[in-house]
């Protein structure tokens, strides 16, 4: 659920303080729109913690003597203080970059993320139904029982069939579904499809499409991406991996050395900052 400035009935909460510094409840209210909750409550102390957090920052940035110079981005100019936020965590967030030891360990730890997806060349033969139905469904159940039997004795009827009774549009195929992947069927028709050796039919597939024949014609393995193709990617991934948890220790660090009133918001113990 969205949240507007008109829409939200907002609390009356003790006023947020950061350092004797009152953060305006207009402008807390003004901040809630840019964060959607279930209760405006939670909309407003997401919006409260924002700008406390932003408050902190900024009066760091002004301490540390930092110029703000705004860079400009895809047509995009920073504010400010958007530039100050940055130079602030370019400055006093330093993290090391993850060495070729480091990618290469993440790598070895998940082979199965770097590894392309098995394709499945197939078939099928859909008896659309609703399982709603009852017996609509039972009848459909009834008539790929039958295919099934029939194709134990007659494989090569496969494709008349399909041509035959199919409701899917493959019936114009007969039956042919092309390259398939993982995550492109339900998952009763993937779990069926994974059973099937080659060449081989399965028993009738429920799914909420109705009750499905289907034949494998052919399995492509997936390949191990090698390292060198992702060292690239993963170097990346633990590179702002580890920013992000920095970020939010020097945050947490600024936190435990303030005074906030009015709120509470983890501080560096719960970082396990030192």
């Known amino acids: 659920m969205s949240c507007s400035l008109h829409s939200i009935e907002l609390p009356k909460p003790k ?26 409550i939670d909309a407003w102390h997401s919006a409260a913690k924002a700008l406390v957090i932003r408050h902190l920052l900024l009066a760091e940035a002004k301490r540390l003597l930092i110029v703000a110079k705004p860079k400009t981005e895809d047509g995009r100019t920073e504010t400010d203080d958007e530039a100050l936020i940055r130079q602030l965590f370019e400055q006093q967030v330093v993290t090391p970059e993850p060495d070729e030891a480091a990618c290469l360990r993440y790598y070895q730890n998940n082979l199965s993320r770097f590894r392309s997806p098995a394709i499945f060349e197939a078939a099928h033969i859909l008896i659309a139904a609703d399982k709603r ?24 009827k496969f494709d008349m069939l399909a041509s035959l009774h199919s409701d899917c549009p493959s019936s114009e195929l007969q039956g042919n579904l092309g390259q398939l992947t993982a995550g492109q069927t339900t998952p009763e028709f993937e779990k069926a499809l994974l059973a099937l050796e080659t ?35 993963i170097g990346n991934y633990l590179r702002e991996s580890v920013e ?16 906030i009133e009015g709120m509470e918001i983890a501080g560096a113990e719960s970082h396990r900052v030192n």
């Open 15 to 40: 006023p947020v303080r950061v350092n004797g510094v009152e953060v305006p409840r207009a402008e807390i209210s003004r901040e809630a729109q840019h964060h959607p909750a279930q209760k405006p």
């Open 133 to 156: 139905d009852t017996l609509a469904f039972a009848a459909a159940k009834a008539k790929a029982d039958g295919i099934v039997r029939e194709l134990r004795i007659f494989p090569e």
């Open 199 to 233: 060449g081989g039919t399965s028993d009738p597939v429920e799914s909420r499409y109705g009750v499905h024949v289907i034949r494998l014609d052919r399995k492509i393995e997936g390949r191990q991406v090698p390292f060198e193709a992702v060292r690239e990617r």
């Open 244 to 259: 992000r948890r920095a970020a939010a220790q020097y945050i947490a660090l600024l936190v435990s050395n303030a005074k």
